[in-house]
């Protein structure tokens, strides 16, 4: 199993750009999200899915859109990028909402809007 | 949630075993205390959890205190690898969105 991939690595944008960062999993885990993490910060949740068809927002989803139309792919959609969305994105995966443990995070795709 | 404390940093021997402290005083009875850690430009990885009892898993061992205000991660035999930063964090197992959040950690140095 390749477990959860994320493409691209690196990403630089300008402000106003739009992008997809994609996110894959091969583990058939029906629970799927999206985190940004800043110096400081800590994790913080954009966007979740608990199936395919059916997303919900986190705590920071302004200027994000998600999809998700099969169990294995997650995309995060930048809007119109803005330098404040400078942050390294993790998608997850997991086989339940329930308990954290049986979260699986993905390498991370380092964003950087100018 | 409730809120934990680490130290912020703390240096161990290859070979030794590392005891990470984590005080949550404000915890609830129904929340469970989690540990994670974060190796450089990696994503977070899930090293254990318990509720109350002392739980073990082929990573490390996590002592909770009686009272429950607090625990320990023992990584029995610390690597190279184990460098990171490992985070305690204590909430309810089942949660709106599994959300997953970090405070500062502890950031580990695994010296040869």
Not at chain 1, 7 to 25: D, E, H, N, R
Request: aromatic share 8%.
């Amino acid at each position: 199993n390749a477990g959860v991939t994320q493409t691209p690595k690196f990403q630089v944008l300008k402000t106003g750009q739009s992008m997809t960062l994609q996110c894959a999993q091969d583990m058939n885990h029906e629970y799927m999200s999206w985190y940004r993490q800043d110096p400081g910060m800590g994790l913080r949740l954009i966007h979740y899915s608990v199936g395919a068809g059916i997303t919900d927002q986190g705590e920071v989803p302004n200027g994000y859109n998600v999809s998700r139309s099969t169990t294995e792919d997650f995309p995060l959609r930048l809007l119109s990028a803005a330098p404040s969305q400078t942050s390294v994105y993790f998608c997850a995966s997991s086989y339940s909402h329930r308990g954290l443990e049986t979260q699986y995070f993905g390498p991370g795709t380092r964003l950087l809007v100018l | 949630d409730a809120k934990t404390t680490q130290p912020p940093s703390m240096d161990c021997a290859e070979g030794r075993a590392a005891n990470l402290p984590c005080n949550h005083s404000t915890i609830s009875g129904n929340e469970y205390v989690y540990w994670y850690r974060q190796i450089h430009s990696q994503g977070p990885q899930y090293i254990i959890h318990g509720l109350k009892n002392n739980e073990t898993n082929e990573m490390a061992s996590l002592i909770i205190t009686e009272d429950r205000k607090s625990s320990t991660l023992i990584l029995p035999h610390a690597t190279l690898r184990d460098t990171a930063v490992y985070y305690c964090i204590v909430r309810v197992r089942e949660a709106a969105g599994n959300k997953l959040t970090f405070g500062g950690g502890t950031r580990v140095l695994v010296k040869p």
